[in-house]
């Protein structure tokens, strides 16, 4: 008997937090991993999304330093931003 597909982006995989060293990970399964581009060593982003959910990203060092300047340009631009904005 066949399992029932499910539509893309419904599909659900169950990890495990196991004890790793002194620490807690999770354990990627290879498909997983190959479908976020990852290999060992490489760094992962997760980001929190509304309602809980988390979005894992292959981490992008050029857009982590982006996102610094941008951030401070938003804060230094403050008042400015906000008066657009209207």
């Known amino acids: 008997m066949n399992k029932p597909e499910k539509p893309a982006g419904e599909q659900a995989m169950v990890l495990q937090v196991r004890k790793i060293g002194n620490s807690v990970g999770i354990i990627l399964p290879k498909e997983l991993l190959a479908r976020l581009k990852l290999a060992e060593g490489d760094k992962l982003t997760v980001v929190e999304q509304p309602e809980g959910a988390f979005k894992l ?30």
């Open 57 to 86: 990203t292959p981490h992008d060092d050029l857009h982590e330093r982006t996102m610094v300047i941008a951030r401070k340009a938003m804060k230094q631009y403050a008042n400015a931003l906000r008066e657009l904005a209207k």
